[in-house]
Each structure stands twice: as structure tokens, then as C-alpha cells.
């Protein structure tokens, strides 16, 4: 039953050498890779005019050259991680940069920021795309959590079936989103040419009575929330299709063009028709009301952007458990994280971030918005460190015409330093716990890998000296009573050892000389022993017990208790009987060197 | 920790002999064991005045004859009850009577409506006093879930920590309310003899238009809700000291008197004074206010009542182990009710009574309101079984002296019959639910039944002619790569069998060459073969692997796998090793006859 469900929402397993098929093509995987930062198209020039119209409306002409700082913020950023892609072919997400450059611990501090912050995605993106689809239909507003919750179901299924299929049907909305867009600065640009809009922009250069240059640089670092999730990209070369390295510098450029002109475009459209930002219509909204009016392109646009705020989410379920892969690779997290799944994706990681992340969503009740800056610095700490780690990286190896890719490091890295250093100024009330999980992750990260080494020190065996050796053995069976399970487990012990004993743990006088009598009756070739409980325990004496064989015994070394256990016809027939066995099992197991064999008497009936 | 959280809790365990020391004086038992009868005196009077009002304040004087109609009832129960106690002095509550005389159904119909009526009788009274106290303190009406839920804990572990200790402490409260409604009583009559009241009692005898014998005998229904409750000390003879069945019958003579004292000293009071129910004071809230003004005394009186309805909850807690006991000694119960915890109490009874109460609880949010007349026909159907089963065991044995202990048993089982019906008929809505839960209860009885009879015909052994037999062994070792692990479990396999087989799983080419290189090179002195899997699963290869091992050596009967299975230091080390053992023994566990050997390896660091 579980695995026909599993079947029909998974798939069917796929062998190791079907991995190759599973690679993804640019086109693909600009799809899947790109969701998170295209959809901060929807909201990063809102941000923008959300900090200017705190100085009122003659302000907002500001937004035309902080986009352009974006703009070429981003264009840094996209020619810094090509640069990247390049030098780190197996996958340089900022983990890996940082790590190989910079040490282990700054490399942990990447790793580890990017890990919660694709949790954060996760919640934040599933919650803003709640709030599309509430706003549309209020009547839906209490069941948000609900809502929300089947949104990240939805994406988990998904990335489990594997990551073609999920590009495959991702690719849609993901187009569909970047044509609207499109439409909408092409409709904007005639409606403007056309002077149809009939709006009057805000005086370009005005001056500001006020306005300081700590404001901009607030307006400039909310703008840059529309550069989060350029990263993905260099994070999950492994994923595209070879020579994968090109194919995903491509895709880089690909997607820094795309949402570079996105950007841009909305901006100045956003000037152009002298729009402010209003608390119940995003100016997307407002720009697309304004271009078409609203009629059947206008809820057109509005759907895509609802559906890619959604898909953001799928970003991070593509490069959450690839960081994760690495990192237990390098035994900072559990192994487990290394296991591919029936489909071939790092299932454990999938589920991982979709349980996190949907705690998250039920802990806020749904309510991320003061999530969004612990998430926006959360990208910014490794785009710095990754940055910084190429800088170091030139300067070690100079290779030829090494110095303007320094340079366009350098820069980058000093940007992205800046703007977190902002973002720590401006909104520490909202980003001050980074500085509380991010040394409880690191701490998690070096105690694992701690556990990995010691165990290997244990385990490590030296091939030419250490050999098994034969020891004796002696065999305790705990009886209950004189019955077939009794016989069988008697029977399969003498098979294996001379040296076997029974032990029968009574509770009164009388029970217990029946059983003597019994099994002087039945004489089944062990010799029985007769324990008394005070206390009606039968673990306790038991344990007793063995403690003596081995202290009586000292020549045997290995000592085996024999635990009969039924297999049961009906699940329901278990509750039936006294889990004395599991309860023996789990006291002994904590002891040094007993052995514990479980033999099954399946039940017929 | 969780050790000594439990001692502190309940207490030190209790050795088995200490049983005698717990068992109840009379004082105790009538504590103990007339609580849910006693606090019915909080609302019986109130149950038949709400139906009397219905036909106006003139039809209240009914409320007279009526409550001498249930104290006639009380009576003939309390006689019957006594007869039954010396009929049956192992414990012959309903579901004993029944079974021994009308048969196994009878009684499993018997037993099954008190065991569902008990955890009702949780539910409803500590709901009840939960109300108590929110009327008190209207700010904490919001969290009464939580307020019930905390009493059920309260009283679960005072259970568990001992009959007599329970007892010790209960018996307080118990005779502080015996005390205040006698109190009550007194102020009552002196007040009414004195005249000091100032109140005119309706007229005895008046004619009320439109009164019917259906709404007389509702009204009579509804008061033998008081006498729910009565039934406990036939249940509970084994807790009583000996000679048990004198001290139970004294005991219940002794809570019939006082119950029926109290129940007509209040209805009389009522009448006397005038009173009519009302919806936000009780009946003996206005006889108190009455009586002694809303004053010290007046608290006093009502704090003990929501004491005494909280209390009725610990009569379900002692009757239902008990009867879960018996129950499961005649297997139609799982075992573990008959297991005697640490303090020599049912403890599984206890907690499966608190577990499911509060379950009920929490699914009701704590408005029992619906369930009460549930409860009470819960009552009453056993009440007439039982005296069903003693008329037919007085026909049947005849006795000297039978026929008026016939009569008397004949009287009861015609009135509590009527009750049922009348209950039927007049509150089928709030009842109609026993036609579902007692067939489905019984059906559980039969199949667990069934169950252990079906064990016992397996199980069964011919002692002279059934030996166990030595038979061929074969060990398979799943091994995932040389290391101290494995030596230790080749190791100890070599203690038992010559016949080892290491089994190694491998994913890809590269990895099984190197690991059949190595295993060369440490030859262990055990043949190793190596699987291939190409869906990167471990269990389904080996598991194949282990059905040829069958298919080949038919002479083998026993094959053992040995898994080895890391005792970590600490808990969460266990998150960061792949947990392949436990699935491996899951898996294979649901085979015939392969026995599982768990080799623990404690890891030191």
C-alpha cells in the first residue's frame, strides 16, 4: 500500500547509470535555477520606493540610479560567479570557495548561512505567494498555514520525483512569468512613447530637503533583495548537462541578462508613470494597471507573479541538498545527506528542507514578513565570503591576465560587504539572531565532524595483524513457559552451541515449581535455571544474571541472548502481546558484549 | 533522569509479598470507592427539579414522592448489590454476575458498557469541576481543556502511586463533603423548624394541568443518575482487607445509608425552602445561601462540592483497572492489564483510563454536557444484567431462604430495565451512540479472543514426544568495509558457526574491485561475495542473496544474519549514521525463519 502511493507520487526507482539522463539542459535549468531571482523582479523596485517615499514623492527619482547601482551590482555578481564557475568546474557555490581559499571555518559560516537561508526561502517565498493567492480570495485567509503547507508538499513531490521531471513541469510558469514581464515593459515602453499613460513622472534631479546619503544606501540594499538566488547557479553545476561548466556559465548570463533588462525595465516604468508604492497594491500591480488596464492581461500578469513568488521556493530545493551533499561529504553533516534516493535526488535533503521550512511557516503562523532581512543578509554574508575567496585565490596563483579578475572581485565583494554591513545597521532588530544560529549551525558542523573522525579512528583496522579470532559462547534463553517457540528457539541455539541455558524468571512459589516440574518432564537437553522477582520485573533479574555468566565464565567471551519474538498475522495482534522481548532488547543492547539474536516464530493464524 | 523522575512521582517500587499491605480498611475503601456516588447528591434533586419546572413551580412538590422513589430504588441496589457481594466474593461486578449466570455475551455486553462508562465518568467529572472552578474564576475559562487534563493527570499519578496511598489523601476531601452536606442538612432543618427562612414551599398535593406519567417517570429517570456510581464496591472486593467480602458489604451499607440521607435531606430542603432550578446557580448553592448566607460557610460548602465532583473521577480510576483485569484474565483484554506495576496497582489499566479520557477531553473540548445521559444508561444497562444474571442464579441453585433475595433482585432488575427504556425513549439523541460502541467493544472482546485462543492452539506442546533438534547453521555478515566493526562480528560469528558467509553491496565497479582487493589482502579467513545493486539499495540485493542461500543448502535450516549496530555515546551520534542495520532488520525480519543477531559495538568516543 505505502509503496503503491510512494510509486504513484514518486515514480519508479531509477538505477545508478540513469543518472547521466537526469542532467539538465540550459534551457532547463534556467528554469529551475533562476526562480528565486526572477521573482524578486515582483518586489526589489518596490523595496526601492518603499525607503525614497519616506522623504515624499519628489524623492523617488532617486530609484532611476540606485537601480542602476543594482544593475551594476548585479552584473559584478554575475561576472564574479562566472569567474567562479570556471575555476571550481565541480560545483563553487560560496561553501566550496570559501573552504578552499580562506580555511574550513569561513567556508562553514558560508555554508552554514546558505543552509538556513534556503530554509527561509522556502517559508518566506510559500507565505508571499499565500498572501497572492488570499488577497485574490479572503475567504481563504484563516486557512493560510494550511495553504502554505501544501504549497512546500507540493514542491517536495516534485524535486522527489527527480529533477528533470521537475524542470520539466517548472519550465512553464517560470517562461510564462518571464513573457509577462516582457509584455508588460514592451506595452509600458508604447503606452509611454504613445503618451497614452497621461501621468507625469517625478522631476529627474530635483533636490530633496533632508534626504542623507544613509537613506540611499538603505534604498540601494533593499533594492538588492532582487539579487538573491544568483547564486544557484554556480552551487549546482553537477546538475547540467556536459561540458556542464560552459552550459551553466551560460545559464549565469543567461539569467543576469534576463533579469538584469526585468529590473531595470520595471524601475524606470515605475518612474516613468510617476509611481509611488501603496500599502495594498504592489507596483507591479499598479504598473500593469496603468499599461492595460484591468482586463484579462492584467490578472494574466498578476497569476504568473503569484505562481513565480511560489516557485522561488523550487530554487532552493535544488540547491539545498546539493550544499547539503557537500557538506556531509566533507563529514560536516550526516551521512545521510549523501544517499540518493529511488529517483536519484539527495532525498534526505529534499524532505529535510521541507519539514524545516514548513515549521517555520506553522511557528509564524504564515507570518514571514520579518523573516525577509535575516534572509536577504543571510545571501549576502556568502556572496561576500565567496567574493573574498576569489580575491585570495588570484592572489596566491596569479594566472595570466589575472588582475581585472581581481579587480571585478574585489569589487563585488567590497559592494556586498557594504550592503551588509547596512543591513546590520539598519535592520539589526530584525537580522541580530544571524548571530545566534549562525555559531549554533557552525558549532553543529564542527561537533559532527568531530563524532566522524573519532569513529574512524575507532573503526580503523590494521588489514595485516588485526584478524578475527574464535572465542567461546555461551547461549541464555529467557522461557516464559514450555511452548513450540520455546522448542524452536532451543532448537536453533543447539545448532550453534553446546553451552546453552534457560532462564525462567517466576514471580511466586507455586508457578515456579510447576515450571521445574514441567521441564523435568519435557527434559529438552538444557539445563533450566529458576530466578525469583520480588518485584515483578523480568528485565532486572535477567540482567542480574547475565552479569554472573560473565563473571563466572571468564574464559567465554561472547554471550548471546536468545530472544524469541512473534511475527504477528494482523498488525493489531501485536498490542496482544507483552513487548517483554522489545523491552529486553533495548536493556541488554546497552550493555557491553552481549549479543542479542531475535529468533521469529510467525504466527498462522 | 527519567528513572528518578518516576520515583519522585510515584514512588519506590514495591515488592510483590507488600500486596497485603494494600489493601483497603473500610474507612479508605468507602473514600475511595463512594466518591462518584456521593458527589451524584450535587446535582440528583437538580436533575429531577429541571424536569419538574417544565410544567411550572406548581408541579415541584412532585419532586417528593419522586426522590422516595429513588430512595426505594437505592435501596433494593444496595440489598441486591449486598447479595451479590456474598454471592461472589472474589468481585462480582456486573460483568461477573453476568457472564457466570446468562452467559459469556451477557457479561462481555456488561463489562464493555462499564468499561466505556468509566472513562465517560472521567470525562464528565472532571469537566464538571473544571466548570466549578471557571465559574469561580471566569479568566481562566479559556484554558479549561488544559485545567481538566491537568486534574486527570493529578489523579492518574496519585494512582498509580498506590490504592492505600491514593486512599490516604482522599479520603479527606471525601469526608469534608459528607460533612458539609450534613452540615447543610442541619442548618436546613433548624433554620425550617425555626422558621427563619421566610419561604413558602409549594403546595403538597396540588393538581398540575397537562402532568403526564412520561414526564413523572423522566422525571424519576433522571434522578437515578444519582445512584450511578453505586456499583464500585462489588467490583472492588479484592481491595479490601479480609475478611473482604464482610468489610465490602459493611461498606456499602454504610455509603447507601449516607447517600440516601443526603439525597432526601437535600430534595427535602429544596422543598421546604421553595427553591426552583435555575441556570447559573446550582440547587445546593441556593439551599446554602439559604441556609447560611453567602458567607464563609456558603464557600466552604461549595468548594467541597467541585472537590467531591473532581474526586468522582477517582472511582472510575480504581474500578477500571480491576475490571480490566478480569477482563484480561478471561482474554478478552491484552495481557498488560493484568501486569502489576511498580506499586502493585493495574498501572496499565490507569494510564489507558487517563490516556483515553483525555482524550475524550480534548476532542470535546471539555463539554461533556452531551455525554451524561451516555453515562448514565452506561450505568444502568450492567445494573440490570447483573440483576438478570442473580435471578436466574437464585431459580437455578435455589438456596435455603432463596425467594426473597429473588424478589428483591426481580424488583431492581424491572426498575433499572425501565430505567434503560426510559432513557431510550425519552433521550434516544444523546444515547443512540451504545448501539455503535457497545457492538464494536464486544466485537473487539471476541477477536482478541479468538486471538489467544488461536496462540494457545499453536503454541501448544506435546512435553513427551515434541524435543527440540539440532539442526545445520549457515551466518551471513553483511559487511559495508574492513573495520573493527566487522573483525569483532567475524569474530564472534566464528564462535558459533564454520559455516560464515561476508556479504559486501556495492554500487559501482570501482568501489567492489578495491573492497575484494583489500578483503585479500586482511583475509579474514571467511569467503566475502560481492552484490551489485544498481538501484543503490542495500536490503533488497541482500535479501535475494539470502533467498538463494535458502534455495541451496535445503539440509540448512537455520540462517542467521548478523548485523552490527554501533552503541553510540551519545543520542545524537545516532542521527549521523545511516540506520541501514535497523531497516535491514525490519525488512528481513518479515521473513520466515532468518534469525537476526544484533552484534553491539560501543563506540568509545
Redo the contacts between chains.
Sequence with gaps: MVTKLKRFLIGR?????ELANEKLSKLKALAVLSSDALSSVAYGTEQILLVLITMGAVALWYSIPISFAVLGLLAILILSYRQTIYAYPMGGGAYIVAKDNLGTTVGLVAGGSLLVDYILTVAVSTSAATDAITSAFPVLHEHRVIIALLMILTVTILNLRGITESATILMYPVYLFVFAVFLLIIGGVYQWMTGNAHVQPPIYGAAVPGITLFLLLRAFSSGCSALTGVEAVSNAIPNFREPAPRNAARTLIMMGLILGVMFIGISLLAYAFGIAPKADETVVSQIAATVFGRGVIYYFIQAVTALILFLAANTAFAAFPLLAFMLAKDRFL???FM??G?RLGFSNGIIFLSILSALLIIASQGDTENLIPLYAIGVFIPFTLSQAGMMKRWITKRPAGWFPSFVINTIGMLTTLTICLIFLITKFSQVWTIFLFLPVVIFAFKK?SE??R??A?????D??T????????VIVIPVAG????I??T???A????DDIVAVYVG??DEEIKKMEK?WA??????RLIVLRS????IVRPLSKFIDTVEWKKAET??V?VMIP?F?TKRWW?N????QTSLLL?AYL????????????Y????
Tied chains: 1, 2.
Excluded at 589 to 600: C, E, G, M
Design positions: 526507482p531509477m538505477k545508478s547509470h550526516p551521512n545521510m544517499v540518493r529511488d559532527i563524532h566522524y573519532d569513529l579512528d575507532q573503526l580503523r583496522i588489514v595485516t588485526e584478524k578475527p579470532e574464535k572465542k567461546g559462547s514450555i511452548t513450540q517457540v522448542r524452536n532451543i532448537s536453533y543447539q545448532s550453534l552451541s514471580f511466586d514441567k518432564e519435557w527434559d529438552p537437553g538444557v520480588r518485584y515483578r520485573s567471551d561472547h548471546t519474538q511475527i495482534h498490542l496482544l502481546h507483552n532488547r543492547f546497552a550493555r557491553q558484549d552481549v549479543k542479542i539474536a531475535t529468533v521469529p510467525r504466527l498462522k493464524k
